[in-house]
Every structure is written in C-alpha cells, then in structure tokens.
C-alpha cells in the first residue's frame, strides 16, 4: 500500500479564512455617499455574471482599480464620475480585510516551530495591501494575484506556490473556503481542507497525520 509523503508545508488562503471584511463599516461608508446601498448589494453585484470576469481581469492586475470600480458602480446604476470610484476604492481599502481571525492565524508559529512551512495563496487586488502588510509577515511565502498575476482556480497559482514552499503538491496542506478552490488543489494532488471554521481548522490540522504529526 503506498505510503503517503510527509507534509511540508500549509497553505492558507486569506477572504473568509484569515481576514474577514468589516461588513458594518462599509455598510455605513456606502450609505453615506450612496443611500440605500449595502455591502451585500456590492457582494452580490461583483460575484454576478456581468461583472465576474472583470475581477477577474482585475485580481491579476489586467484591469485597473478605476476600470474596475467604475464598472461595479455603473452595474448598481450609481454615479462612476473619479470622486465615486475613489470613494468606493477607499471603502474597501479600509473594511475588506479588516478583521483578522486571530484564532487562525497562531496556527503559523505553531507550525513553523514544528519544522513546517507556511504560505499564503490568495485571490486580491492593490486596495487589499494594507491589510496584508499587517500579517503576511508571518508566512515564508505570500502569493497574491495582483502580484503574481496568477489566481486560484488555475493551476498556476497553486504549483508556483508549491515551489516556492519546496514541496510537492502532496506535501502541501491547502487550506480555502471555496469548494471550487479546494477542488483544483485536490485534483492537482494537493491534501485540500475546506475552511468552514477556526474550530474545526485546529482539528484537521492537529489530526494524527495531518500537518503536525505525519
């Protein structure tokens, strides 16, 4: 029966895993230039067809924070004029990863210490830079699309991260929220964890086998 690698290395995205956005913040930052319009508007405005593919021009850095702005404003049917894009580029530099999940993120000490390698691969853009500064210190390797120009799901994003841990795939525990996310990493040999909690992180990554005790 063949025995699995030994594992490496953990790789964790950041949306909705590490940093998690300031929902009320920007609730009240929207409402104040645009009334009635609501963090959930823009969420669900960005993830629609219309406009997917133009984040996703925009999280590799093919399409600029004006472009891109501007057109998630003109798909709310609100005002796109250089004050508006600016306004709401600054909402989400200040609240999109506002809050950090401390609980997650001492899991890197803890698996450094223990002789492993930690990595981030996350999907973003430059207004998330501020946040990111604050944390992706901690980790040997940060990849963020708007940097590396490569972005989850492709493949790229995930073996360029691998090699730059030093592992195979298969010695890399991937951490991410998104099935589609987890998937990709799963089919590229990957041991893919989707995040649905700190709680239940600590368990998978504590379990006999996994990242600190193969």
Do not use: C
């Not at 319009?37 to 999280?59: C, I, K, M």
């Not at 853009?125 to 390797?141: I, K, N, T």
């Not at 099935?179 to 590229?188: E, G, I, K, S, Y």
Request: proline fraction near 7%; hydrophobic fraction near 50%.
């Amino acid at each position: 029966m063949p025995v699995a690698p030994p594992i490496r290395a953990v790789l964790f995205d950041v949306e909705d895993v590490i940093a998690h956005p300031d929902v009320a913040a920007a609730d009240r930052r929207l409402a104040a230039r645009w009334p009635g319009l609501t963090h959930a508007d823009v969420q669900r405005a960005r993830n629609g067809p219309a406009l997917y593919p133009l984040w996703e021009s925009h999280s590799t850095g093919r399409l600029d924070l004006e472009g891109y702005w501007g057109a998630v404003l003109a798909a709310l049917d609100r005002p796109a004029a250089p004050a508006d894009v600016a306004a709401i580029v600054d909402t989400y530099r200040a609240t999109a990863w506002a809050w950090l999940d401390a609980v997650v993120l001492a899991w890197v000490p803890r698996l450094r210490a223990a002789g492993l390698r930690a990595g981030i691969l996350s999907n973003s853009a430059p207004y998330h830079d501020d946040h990111a500064a604050v944390f992706e210190g901690l980790f040997d390797v940060a990849h963020f699309s708007h940097r590396t120009g490569r972005r989850k799901p492709d493949a790229d994003a995930y073996t360029a991260a691998a090699v730059a841990l030093d592992a195979a795939p298969a010695e890399v525990v991937f951490v991410d929220d998104k099935p589609r996310n987890t998937d990709a990493a799963a089919a590229l040999g990957f041991v893919a964890i989707r995040f649905t909690g700190a709680v239940d992180l600590a368990a998978r990554l504590g379990a006999p086998g996994m990242a600190t005790g193969r």
